[in-house]
């Protein structure tokens, strides 16, 4: 009874130990290497298995045991030709191309010789590195970087230096022709100075240095800005330092997808192109993209317009210019052209002014400035609203309003149906939708016919659908009778028909069987030596019919039958 009540104490202290640990007022086991053991660590996994040896509280157990790890080779494969001396004399099992020792000749990767080193001996190649049986571990094999030479990319460094210090000796180059040519520039205005010459003649001397200029600040802004490659939709090219735009930033909403409606402006998509404006037909009118065709009218095309016009004219008089064959020369002629037609309304104007006067008429102040004030009469009362006049123009919002996305007339929100917002418009209950117009209206009246039919449908009794039920199987089973009436009929008629032909025929055919017994009683009558040649053969080689078959069984007398000697005598 001690025995029973001391291990009912011990398991108690162990068990307010435990308690204890957990709670973190007594310190944690700890194991063999001087490591706290987690208390709240379940017991299957704290304890040993039983054959395990542990004599003190340790987590070795669950551990990887050392004796089981595997060791994976950290090396990589010999690439490569190997070092030493080259064999001079063709070696028995070696390639018959080349001499080395490592491949025959189906795998020899050299040139075919004419004559190989089997029989010339010459140009023994060296051996190279077989693959050895490596053992890698699952990160070893699939190490993207294991056996690369880290010195191999000291050459791309190499190379990438010698081209900083290319461009800093010709920017130092540059700068020392600059530095020459300004020297040179302020000597020569010193001279002219002297000798009382005009600055005019300078201007032209001036040219040079203000081009080298300019190039020297390209030059730099293409440095400052080349630092901005990762910008999007921009590809950086670092031989030329140019920064090349691509097509559309993929941010930007696609062109095809301002307008989804088919018969919108169309969308060429082998050219990324849109010409036709795709919110022509919309109420947008600060449309931010209006077609390409926009583009077409801007920059120089008006300008090459106006060319290839002056270069019909031109046609029409009989001189020969074109745009595409010779634009040099149409360049020239039509700025001829122009300076002399600016030329020619100058002297008229001046003609005109001189002849009739009103020069000082024209020097006016812009109109800008003349329409700036206006007469319109605005009264205010003390509150500050209008009383007499027209009303000052509302500042807008910052915030935009009014905006309609999708082809849509109103705004989402203007319409409410079953406790959901939609658009006005088309009754559309989707938010950020396409706008269908009218033809969204009555789809949506046919969808609130047919929930209001399924509605209907599933109000109904149980009584009300088994009766329908019922209805429905009686009208099925009615169908299905008549059309077994109307077969009877036609089965029986047909029947009736076919049992007359059938009687008709075997009546005939009885008749038949009874007149060749009668033949056949006759012919074995006669002495054989006196009958007919071919008498006991049969009329014909036909197959019987079911009819004849049928006459001869009913007409055969059985040897048997005790009643056959009656037959005749009836």
Not at 287 to 300: I, K, P, Q, S, W
Not at 493 to 504: G, H, N, V
Request: proline share 4%; net charge neutral.
């Amino acid at each position: 009874m001690s025995t029973q009540g001391s291990a009912r104490e011990d398991w108690k202290k162990r068990k307010e130990l435990e308690e204890a640990r957990k709670a973190g007022t007594a310190p944690a086991e700890t194991d063999e290497d001087g490591k706290d053991i987690n208390p709240h660590i379940p017991q299957y996994i704290s304890e040993a298995p039983w054959y395990v040896s542990l004599n003190r509280p340790s987590l070795r157990h669950q551990r990887q045991q050392p004796e089981k790890l595997q060791e994976f080779d950290a090396g990589w494969y010999k690439k490569g030709l190997k070092d030493g001396p080259v064999a001079t004399k063709f070696r028995a099992g070696a390639c018959a191309n080349c001499g080395s020792m490592t491949h025959k000749k189906k795998d020899c990767l050299e040139r075919p010789r004419k004559i190989g080193a089997q029989f010339s001996g010459d140009n023994i190649c060296p051996d190279e590195f077989l693959p050895e049986k490596m053992d890698h571990g699952f990160d070893g094999k699939r190490d993207r970087w294991n056996g690369y030479n880290p010195e191999e990319y000291q050459k791309v460094i190499d190379h990438h230096h010698q081209i900083e210090l290319a461009k800093r000796r010709l920017k130092a180059e540059k700068l020392q022709e600059e530095s020459k040519k300004a020297v040179e520039k302020d000597k020569k205005e010193r001279d002219d100075a002297e000798n009382g010459e005009d600055e005019s003649s300078s201007s032209d001397e001036d040219i040079p240095t203000t081009v080298d200029k300019e190039d020297s600040d390209e030059e730099d802004d293409d440095e400052k800005y080349a630092a901005r490659m990762d910008m999007p939709g921009t590809k950086f090219d670092s031989k030329h330092r140019t920064t090349i735009r691509n097509l559309r930033i993929r941010e930007d909403t696609a062109k095809y997808l301002y307008n989804l409606d088919p018969n919108s402006a169309h969308y060429d998509p082998k050219t990324r192109s849109m010409r036709d404006n795709p919110f022509k037909n919309s109420s947008r009118e600060d449309a931010f993209y209006r077609g390409e065709n926009v583009y077409r009218r801007t920059g120089e095309v008006s300008t090459m317009a106006h060319q290839q016009l002056f270069a019909w004219e031109a046609k029409d008089k009989g001189l020969d210019v074109h745009q595409q064959a010779d634009p040099t020369k149409m360049e020239l002629l039509y700025s001829d052209f122009r300076k002399k037609k600016e030329n020619f309304k100058k002297d008229v104007k001046e003609s005109i002014l001189d002849k009739y006067g009103g020069l000082e008429h024209l020097d006016a102040p812009p109109a800008e400035l003349l329409l700036a004030q206006t007469e319109n009469y605005v009264e205010y009362s003390r509150t500050g609203h209008v009383v007499k006049g027209q009303e000052k123009a509302v500042t807008k919002s910052k915030y935009e309003e009014d905006i309609c996305i999708n082809n849509h007339t109103s705004v989402y929100g203007s319409y409410w149906e079953g406790g959901q917002w939609g658009y006005a418009c088309c009754h559309s209950l989707i938010k950020m939708s396409y706008c269908t117009g009218e033809e969204g209206k009555i789809a949506a009246r046919s969808r609130h016919a047919q929930m209001k039919a399924v509605l209907a449908e599933k109000q109904r009794t149980l009584v009300e659908m088994h009766m329908a039920k019922r209805e429905k199987e009686e009208s099925e089973k009615k169908k299905k009778k008549k059309s077994k009436k109307n077969k009877r009929k036609h089965s029986e008629s047909d029947s009736e028909d076919e049992a007359a032909r059938s009687a008709a025929k075997l009546k005939k055919a009885i008749k038949d069987e009874e007149l060749r017994k009668l033949e056949v009683e006759r012919v074995m009558a006669i002495d054989e030596r006196k009958r007919p040649y071919n008498s006991m053969h049969a009329d014909s080689g036909k197959e019987p019919t079911e009819e004849e078959i049928e006459a001869y069984h009913r007409t055969k007398t059985h040897a048997d039958d005790p009643m056959a000697n009656f037959i005749n005598a009836v």
